[in-house]
Structure formats: C-alpha cells, structure tokens
C-alpha cells in the first residue's frame, strides 16, 4: 500500500505546481495589460491620439476650444494694430500739396528708407512747402514736422520726392539704391565727383523737421509727432523702413543737428525718441 500511494503523491505533486504556475502568468498578464493602458492614457496628447485615431468625444472638444481660443487670440491681437488710415486720424495730417514737386512714382515694391532732414529754418510746415514751390527748384520732402507737432504733406507717399539729392559716391551700391528712369530728375543738378550717386529719392520717404542746427533741442510735441508719422509710415507700406538722416547720404550736410544724435539712434533701433518701442 505504500509503495502504491508514492506515485499518486508525487503526481498530485506536479499538478499543483502546473497550476501556481498558470495562474502567475495569469497575473503577470492581467498587470501588464494594465500598465500599458495607463501609459497609452498618459502619453497620448490630442494630437497624437488624433492621429493615431483614438479620439474621443472628451478630446474632440478639448482641441475644438483650444482651436477656438487660439484663433480668436491672433484675430485680436491683429485687430488691436491700429491701420494706417487711423493712425494718420490721429496726426490730423494736413495736405499742402503742389504737383510739380512730384517726379515719378515710388510703390510700396520701392519704399526702403525714411531720410530724417532739418529745415535749417523757423516757419511754419505749410510756409516752408509754400517757399518750396515758389523759389522753383522743384525741391521738396514727403511731409514738414512742425515745433508745435503740427505736420503737413506736400508729397503722396507714392511719388517721388527731390528731397536726398546727390549722395557720396559709392553710397548708391552702399544703400541698395539705383539712378534709374522712374525720376523725372527735373531740377537736379550735379554737385562734383565726390557726390556722383543719385537715386535715394526713388527709394525713399523724407521728412523735414522745423529746426535750426545749435538752435536748441527738438519740441516734445514734434518729437511725438515725427514717432506718429513713422508708425503711420510703416502701417501704410505694411512694413518698417530703414531710418536715416540726409548726411548719411550726402556727407557734410548739417541735417539732422547734433542735438538730434541720440534722438536719431533711437529711431534706428525702435522707431521712436525715446527708444523705447511704441504700443498700439
């Protein structure tokens, strides 16, 4: 009877161990299922899961809103840009405009620099393009800033102005600027060899400030107003042009002033006096 019973024993033996052993892999199975679904659940974003095509309702209009929120914080940041038209409304811009001081036509394709000038003079903007037009020399700027921050154009921004002149020899390739025929060159005349480029005019906006080098510093209130005319400027081209005074084109010239110098510097880095950039 004994040596019968060892057999049944050691099978019975075997079967229990079979079975612990079936049912840890059952439970390794089971936790590994589990870890797997919390890593899918944590590690897909929207995105993912939307190509990956696991979206649900929840995630649908989770990115719906996102989608909303975004688009709607772009559109107000573009409508809060005032446009050209409301920014010249705010300058009260007035228009003295005479047609011979227009020689040709400058587009948006050819605008690059505003050319900062002084009037070397104490009138009023509208006196100053009136002398303009009466002396004959069909020379002029874009706009006259006045010292009570009063501005007037004499010139539409799509037309050329006499206002640069002749600059530095090796200064036209310097600035990217080329004499070609869309200048009339009506009243122009020829300074000597050291001065031989010509072309800043068709590639350019300029702008005089009433002022007299050593005369004392520039208006607060001409200052605002120049900072208003370059944004307007800027917003009616739909980009920001290069910020320059005429010596820089024509050495030896006495605009802008030394008391304009750090006024100047400031503009070229943010487009206003103070250097500090401007807010709608």
Request: net charge negative.
């Given at each position: 009877?004994?040596?019968?019973?060892?057999?049944?024993?050691?099978?019975?033996?075997?079967?229990?161990?079979?079975?612990?052993?079936?049912?840890?892999?059952?439970?390794?199975?089971?936790?590994?299922?589990?870890?797997?679904?919390?890593?899918?659940s944590s590690d897909f974003?929207?995105?993912?899961k939307a190509q990956a095509?696991?979206?649900?309702?929840?995630?649908?209009?989770?990115?719906?809103?996102?989608?909303?929120?975004?688009?709607?914080?772009?559109?107000?940041?573009?409508?809060?840009?005032?446009?050209?038209?409301?920014?010249?409304?705010?300058?009260?811009?007035?228009?003295?405009?005479?047609?011979?001081?227009?020689?040709?036509?400058?587009?948006?394709?050819?605008?690059?620099?505003?050319?900062?000038?002084?009037?070397?003079?104490?009138?009023?903007?509208?006196?100053?393009?009136?002398?303009?037009?009466?002396?004959?020399?069909?020379?002029?700027?874009?706009?006259?800033?006045?010292?009570?921050?009063?501005?007037?154009?004499?010139?539409?921004?799509?037309?050329?102005?006499?206002h640069a002149g002749f600059?530095?020899?090796?200064?036209?390739?310097?600035?990217?600027?080329?004499?070609?025929?869309?200048?009339?060159?009506?009243?122009?005349?020829?300074?000597?060899?050291?001065?031989?480029?010509?072309?800043?005019?068709?590639?350019?906006?300029?702008?005089?400030?009433?002022?007299?080098?050593?005369?004392?510093?520039?208006?607060?209130?001409?200052?605002?107003?120049?900072?208003?005319?370059?944004?307007?400027?800027?917003?009616?081209?739909?980009?920001?042009?290069?910020?320059?005074?005429?010596?820089?084109?024509?050495?030896?010239?006495?605009?802008?002033?030394?008391?304009?110098?750090?006024?100047?510097?400031?503009?070229?880095?943010?487009?206003?006096?103070?250097?500090?950039?401007?807010?709608?």
């Open positions: 009877m004994a040596l019968n019973d060892e057999p049944k024993r050691s099978g019975w033996r075997v079967l229990g161990i079979a079975t612990i052993g079936i049912l840890l892999l059952l439970v390794v199975v089971l936790l590994y299922r589990v870890f797997s679904e919390k890593t899918e974003t929207p995105t993912s095509g696991l979206f649900t309702v929840s995630d649908t209009i989770m990115v719906e809103e996102t989608a909303v929120i975004s688009t709607s914080d772009v559109s107000a940041a573009a409508s809060s840009a005032p446009t050209a038209e409301e920014l010249r409304t705010r300058l009260n811009i007035k228009t003295n405009i005479y047609p011979n001081l227009q020689h040709g036509i400058k587009t948006a394709s050819y605008q690059k620099y505003i050319v900062l000038h002084d009037t070397e003079g104490t009138g009023s903007p509208t006196s100053v393009i009136d002398w303009w037009e009466d002396n004959g020399n069909l020379i002029a700027a874009h706009f006259v800033v006045g010292r009570d921050g009063s501005i007037v154009q004499a010139v539409p921004l799509d037309a050329i102005a006499h600059g530095d020899t090796g200064h036209g390739a310097y600035y990217g600027v080329a004499d070609e025929s869309r200048d009339d060159k009506k009243g122009t005349t020829p300074i000597g060899s050291w001065a031989s480029d010509y072309g800043m005019n068709s590639y350019s906006i300029g702008i005089e400030l009433v002022h007299v080098g050593g005369g004392g510093d520039y208006t607060q209130a001409q200052l605002e107003a120049l900072d208003g005319l370059i944004a307007y400027i800027n917003a009616y081209y739909g980009f920001k042009s290069t910020i320059i005074d005429h010596k820089a084109w024509r050495s030896g010239n006495s605009d802008t002033s030394p008391e304009f110098a750090t006024y100047l510097a400031n503009y070229q880095k943010t487009g206003t006096h103070t250097g500090v950039a401007a807010t709608s």
